[in-house]
T-cell receptor, first 116, second 113 residues
Framework: GAVVSQHPSWVICKSGTSVKIECRSLDFQATTMFWYRQFPKQSLMLMATSNEGSKATYEQGVEKDKFLINHASLTLSTLTVTSAHPEDSSFYIC????????????FGPGTRLTVL | AQSVTQLDSQVPVFEEAPVELRCNYSSSVSVYLFWYVQYPNQGLQLLLKYLSGSTLVKGINGFEAEFNKSQTSFHLRKPSVHISDTAEYFCAVSDAGANNLFFGTGTRLTVIP
């Protein structure tokens, strides 16, 4: 149990376009989902926390108008990178908590975004 | 906010030798502690976690970790490593009951045949 999927696993796009990444909890309901960004050979940096049915909470330095997060259901959260630029190229990873539990985050396999 | 220090960025070790990956965190009243493993181009997989109770925690793939409150440490150990253990290992901490996870910078474990 506790499987989290992400789609797509990788995406290449042109500069100026928008890219949507989906994060799904496959076998559990997740009231809270998290979006992380990981640069090569570095650790994960939390971008935002999203709760089902409410606005996401963004970490300091993360542009909420650039990284749009929607958590429309208990099993789906989306991250949209708007007007992507080459510096947005990174590995984006989502995670989710079980509904009613806060102790463990289960991570998706990540999405590799390359902006040309 | 918590801070997590993984002192070793890279640890090479011969196959079947023991290994210890170190993790220290900033002090807090009560914390949850985690070790995750990341294989190339993949997400993070939970190895083990400490929430409460016994300070020695056993996880998957033969790994274990010991919570030491006085030293604010949560070092990861395995008595005999395999080639397949080659990966990046991340220590993470959260305040008990809180959602936020704070990650260390990771330790690259390379198992040498």
């Amino acid at each position: 149990g506790a499987v989290v999927s992400q789609h797509p696993s990788w995406v290449i796009c042109k500069s100026g376009t928008s890219v949507k990444i989906e994060c799904r909890s496959l076998d559990f309901q997740a009231t809270t989902m998290f979006w992380y960004r990981q640069f090569p050979k570095q650790s994960l940096m939390l971008m935002a926390t999203s709760n089902e049915g409410s606005k996401a909470t963004y970490e300091q330095g993360v542009e909420k108008d650039k990284f749009l997060i929607n958590h429309a259901s208990l099993t789906l959260s989306t991250l949209t990178v708007t007007s992507a630029h080459p510096e947005d190229s990174s590995f984006y990873i989502c995670s989710a908590n079980h509904r009613g539990g806060t102790d463990t985050q289960y991570f998706g396999p990540g999405t590799r975004l390359t902006v040309l | 906010a918590q801070s997590v220090t993984q002192l070793d960025s890279q640890v090479p070790v011969f196959e079947e030798a023991p290994v210890e990956l170190r993790c220290n965190y900033s002090s807090s009243v009560s914390v949850y502690l985690f070790w995750y493993v990341q294989y190339p181009n993949q997400g993070l997989q939970l190895l083990l976690k400490y929430l409460s109770g016994s300070t020695l925690v056993k996880g998957i793939n033969g790994f274990e970790a010991e919570f030491n409150k006085s030293q604010t440490s949560f070092h990861l150990r395995k008595p005999s490593v395999h080639i397949s253990d080659t990966a990046e290992y991340f220590c993470a901490v959260s305040d008990a009951g809180a959602n936020n996870l704070f990650f260390g910078t990771g330790t690259r474990l390379t198992v040498i045949p």
